[in-house]
């Protein structure tokens, strides 16, 4: 029967190295868990591992994952580097759609305050418009009244012809046409 050497001693357990590590953790890092076995690992294979001062034992003192499987076992890297992948194909897709949607919201708020803007100039060209008008009515009542009525008619009813006959005329000739023949098309 061939004879396996897993333990590896090269120093006293702890060695030095391991001991300044763990002095040194104990006076700078806050630690709500004692430390049970102080052995600084510097990598670890199956069952074994190997402290920072080079010696190798079987690890005892693991997690429960560690000792049902080993140390690196090939199933628990593979779903490792898998869980790896995934994540960096999320950043992937986020790092992708992320600035788009960013683009996006900036063009829908710059659209949007171009349209208020235009809404705004719109409103007070409208606002002007009507200080105008008030002017021109306060001048001359009725005439600015028929002129409102005539130019009402026209947006209300752009496609019909219109003839407007005059009060107490006998016959209808004296008209005002306000169709195309009045603007001078055919």
Request: proline fraction near 6%; aromatic fraction near 4%.
């Amino acid at each position: 029967m061939a004879a396996t050497r897993t333990i590896e001693l090269r120093t006293e357990i702890p060695g030095p190295r391991s001991r300044a590590i763990v002095e040194r953790s104990e006076r700078a890092v806050a630690s709500p868990l004692a430390l049970t076995f102080p052995v600084v690992a510097e990598s670890a294979l199956g069952v074994t591992i190997t402290d920072v001062d080079g010696n190798t034992l079987i690890d005892f003192a693991g997690g429960v994952g560690s000792l049902n499987v080993g140390h690196s076992h090939p199933d628990v890297v593979a779903a490792a580097q898998d869980a790896n992948l995934a994540i960096n194909q999320a950043k992937g897709y986020e790092n992708e759609v992320i600035p788009r949607a960013r683009a996006e919201a900036i063009e829908l708020t710059e659209s949007a305050l171009a349209y208020r803007d235009a809404k705004i100039a719109e409103s007070q060209g409208e606002a002007e418009r009507f200080d105008a008008l008030l002017v021109a009515y306060r001048a001359a009542p009725a005439v600015t009244r028929k002129r409102l009525y005539l130019e009402t008619m026209e947006a209300v009813l752009p496609h019909v012809e219109k003839v407007i006959v005059e009060p107490g005329a006998a016959s209808i000739l004296p008209h005002l046409a306000l169709g195309k023949a009045s603007r001078g098309e055919p």
